[in-house]
């Protein structure tokens, strides 16, 4: 099964559980959202798409506001700051990628920045991971 929106993922997971399809149905769901974890978590849920809005916005905004601080005459020393090869790679990773329940050995699909477990994802975006548990 696969939901297009955030929202789609725990019903999807939650529907699997009550249905006892869990292990018979395999949902991959869009958005990493907090109602999805206890269905990550309980093997309803096995994937998702991660765009990690939280991530992406944040280091967009703070990119811009270095480099208005900078002056357009330092923006390549800015931008090696979160690129070491810049200009040659001008690919700055936004967060976009693919959250799985259990490592799976595959070789991702080029728009897809990385392939991390949940847990993987949790230590490497503690921030992100924070705005995605907060209850609220």
Not at 99 to 106: A, S
Request: glycine share 10%; net charge neutral.
């Amino acid at each position: 099964m696969l939901g297009y929106y955030d929202y789609c993922g725990p019903a999807l997971g939650e529907a699997v559980t009550r249905k006892d399809k869990i292990g018979k149905i395999i949902v991959h769901a869009d958005g990493l959202i907090g109602g999805m974890i206890q269905y990550f978590k309980n093997g309803a849920i096995w994937a998702t798409i991660e765009l990690n809005q939280f991530y992406g916005s944040y280091l967009a905004g703070k990119i811009l506001y270095e480099l208005v601080l900078a002056g357009k005459d330092k923006w390549e020393a800015v931008l090696k700051e979160y690129v070491p090869d810049w200009p040659k790679n001008k690919t700055i990773d936004p967060g976009f990628g693919w959250v799985t329940r259990e490592k799976f050995d595959v070789k991702p699909w080029p728009e897809l920045a990385w392939i991390k477990t949940l847990d993987e994802y949790a230590k490497d975006y503690p921030e992100a991971w924070k705005v995605i548990t907060a209850k609220a």
